[in-house]
């Protein structure tokens, strides 16, 4: 078995250790959270010389726990195991199957001598109101799927083969052990059958499965492109002959996106500084599970490579934007007109903001100023950076523009400060 180090996630661990707040692991399904806490920092409490019964496991979806989803229960569980006043550490994995577990954890957050840590595979349950419930107490920490740099380290192979890969397999842990691309293809498509899309039809109560797995379908083969609920019933209508409404199209996206299946960037007009309503981009957390949601028939690696880049962005801690800027064009007969074009990824991180653009060639100076013309109408002087899948060196453009291949922006061998 590989163990796959997260040192990220470690350190972010490390350094909430025992700050009075109850620690919140967030994010996919088999993405990683519970190999994180219950043998990444469980090894490191224990090589701090903490010993084991000082630390209270409870894996809530496992039967062995199943009568602890009763919250009281849970609480009664979890006092009987304090028996001293030394310092206690709580762990709990998939808190989402205990009902009212907010109650318990507040009660068990106000003991001095007790580090609490939770799992959750449901955004929901990190609404806000129940971190209002935490009072305060709350601190969210999410997990993704492996990273290219993450992958990379136990991928048995060279550097363009383990790209290669993934694009197309992704950065699911579990697939570091198949061997083949039969036994990684049957793996994906098994885990978004029977327990992403499972999760969401049984968790909301939903009968119409078809629905779900359609939708699905339309995301998966639309990733990156613009849409909005009444353009997706519309293909309903038009192509199934299915007539599905805006609002359950609404409905059943929030519910795959509370399951950290997919993210929704909205649409933001830069000039404008507001939000263009309706219309977003949908993106998979994992790029591989989109590619075996389409039994990876439509491989088309512009789309993919702009997935990963947003995927790498919201993984680094950035809010992230699809950019709309109007410029004036001139047309045949000498006149002007307006005309919207796009800039991919508008990210802000505090008083930060960097726009990225991604770009799969750049082959010559033509499509170099393609690329950078809705870069060069933004009248700030954030950062502006085209990433492109040409294997070049990194360059500034006369410009100003950054530009640097996506292998070295995602293992972050550049200049670019962006960690």
């Not at 198949?178 to 098994?190: G, M, N, Q, R, V």
């Not at 998966?220 to 409404?245: D, E, H, M, R, Y």
């Not at 649409?267 to 590619?291: A, E, H, S, V, W």
Request: aromatic share 12%; proline share 2%; net charge neutral.
């Amino acid at each position: 078995m590989h163990v796959i180090p997260r040192d990220d996630y470690l350190h972010k661990l490390i350094n909430r250790k025992e700050n009075g707040s109850i620690k919140v692991i967030t994010g996919l399904r088999r993405s990683g959270k519970s190999f994180l806490l219950f043998e990444l920092y469980y090894h490191y409490l224990l090589s701090l010389g903490v010993k084991e019964e000082q630390i209270i496991k409870v894996e809530l979806d496992n039967d062995e726990f199943e009568e602890l989803t009763d919250y009281k229960k849970l609480g009664e569980y979890i006092r009987a195991k304090i028996t001293d006043n030394g310092q206690y550490y709580v762990f709990l994995d998939e808190v989402q199957f205990c009902d009212n577990f907010e109650k318990v954890l507040n009660g068990l957050n106000k003991r001095k001598n007790l580090d609490i840590y939770i799992t959750g595979s449901n955004s929901r349950f990190l609404s806000s109101d129940i971190l209002t419930e935490f009072r305060g107490r709350g601190d969210e920490i999410r997990v993704f799927p492996l990273s290219f740099k993450e992958f990379i380290q136990v991928y048995n192979g060279d550097q363009l083969q383990a790209w290669q890969q993934y694009m197309m397999f992704g950065g699911m842990p579990r697939l570091v052990e198949c061997k083949t691309a039969e036994d990684k293809s049957k793996y994906l498509s098994t885990l978004f059958q029977e327990t992403y899309v499972k999760d969401v039809v049984e968790r909301h109560k939903l009968k119409d499965r078809i629905t779900v797995d359609t939708l699905l379908d339309i995301l998966s083969s639309a990733t990156g492109s613009i849409t909005n609920p009444s353009k997706l019933s519309n293909t309903f209508q038009s192509v199934l002959k299915k007539k599905v409404s805006d609002n359950t199209i609404r409905a059943y996206i929030s519910f795959i996106e509370d399951s950290f299946l997919i993210s929704t960037a909205k649409r933001y007009d830069i000039r404008g500084k507001q939000y263009i309503g309706g219309k977003n981009k949908y993106y998979f957390t994992d790029i591989g599970l989109r590619n075996a949601r389409l039994n990876f028939r439509q491989f088309e690696p512009t789309h993919i490579m702009e997935n990963i880049i947003y995927n790498e962005l919201i993984a680094r801690g950035y809010n992230v934007d699809v950019g709309v800027v109007d410029i004036l064009e001139k047309t045949d007969d000498g006149k002007y007109r307006k005309k919207s074009t796009e800039v991919d990824f508008i990210c802000n991180m505090g008083n930060e903001r960097i726009y990225v653009q991604s770009a799969f060639s750049l082959p010559d100076a033509a499509k170099v100023f393609q690329e950078s013309r809705s870069l060069l109408n933004i009248k700030d002087s954030f950062r502006k950076i085209i990433v492109v899948g040409d294997l070049i060196p990194a360059y500034t453009t006369e410009t100003g523009i950054k530009v640097i291949n996506i292998q070295d922006f995602l293992l972050g061998n550049s200049s670019l400060d962006m960690y």
